[in-house]
């Protein structure tokens, strides 16, 4: 599978899937020079950005079937993203977008990642994008807990980075049970998280609203799979407890794994656009 950062945040996140043998890693940024790395040109718009993006032929030719492509929206390199996008459309993209902490913006960054954050919902939606999954680095820290300055983006860009690589895995091994099937076509908004099995509380990365779809992924050690005679009832329980309402549809999956500690993450999906208003006539 292949991996492409484009700018400073979707550069840094990409090049932690390098401990991954799996993936096949490529960068897009500004003054880009060396193998796997390709250069965007400095740009003082957007509208300039997007006027100045190159063909990356040799990029495209590299690429396989699927890529993950991983961006922020607040730089003005964003404009870029749109161009790159329509070069590799005729592949199958899962896009994660990175959203910085809004506070934190000037007020031309905040317009930025505005316009970014909505238009790449709206590809999503038009099927050229076959999964978005939106990031919001404060709800990353939410459950990373308190982090020094030093190492705020490293442990973000980590925990982002390893999530998704866990999520593939699961999704790409034999599992003991499952009931997920792919999310509907429809639902191609997204967002991934931690499941506190104990506590049975979700922690996602970024505050999805009206979710259709929940996909539980569960890594049981060995010694939880042979001796917790109860485990299917609790894990039961928990998915019937996860349902929001009547239209919101769970499934699970369950693999054994050789780690000491049980965890969970989980897939949250969605049709509709975030940071718009949302009239949803269907609980009516």
Not at 89 to 96: A, M, P
């Amino acid at each position: 599978m292949d991996v492409i950062g484009f700018a400073g945040a979707g550069c840094s996140v990409a090049k932690i899937f390098e401990k991954y043998s799996q993936y096949s890693v490529h960068y897009i940024d500004v003054d880009l020079h060396g193998d796997s790395k390709y250069s965007l040109l400095k740009s003082k718009t957007m509208e300039e950005a997007e006027q100045n993006t190159p063909v990356f032929l040799k990029l495209i030719k590299k690429l396989k079937n699927e890529v993950i492509f991983i961006c922020a929206g607040s730089g003005v390199t964003s404009g870029s993203i749109l161009a790159v996008l329509e070069q590799i459309k005729h592949l199958q993209i899962t896009l994660i977008y990175i959203r910085p902490d809004i506070d934190l913006l000037n007020t031309k960054a905040k317009q930025r990642e505005k316009v970014v954050h909505g238009i790449l919902q709206h590809f999503a939606r038009s099927g050229m994008l076959k999964q978005l999954c939106l990031i919001d680095n404060n709800k990353v820290v939410e459950v990373l807990g308190n982090l020094s300055i030093v190492e705020y983006y490293t442990k973000i860009n980590e925990m982002i980075a390893n999530s998704f690589h866990m999520l593939n895995y699961f999704k790409n091994v034999d599992s003991i049970m499952s009931n997920i099937s792919a999310p509907r076509e429809i639902n191609r908004i997204s967002t991934i998280g931690i499941y506190n099995i104990e506590e049975a509380r979700e922690k996602y990365f970024y505050d999805i609203e009206s979710i259709r779809e929940k996909c539980f992924y569960f890594a049981f050690n060995k010694h939880s799979l042979n001796e917790e005679k109860n485990l299917l009832n609790k894990i039961s329980k928990q998915m019937k407890k996860a349902g929001q309402s009547e239209f919101t549809d769970v499934s699970y999956n369950i693999t054994a794994t050789t780690y000491e500690e049980n965890f969970a993450y989980i897939e949250a999906y969605t049709n509709f656009i975030q940071g718009e208003k949302i009239v949803d006539k269907s609980s009516e």
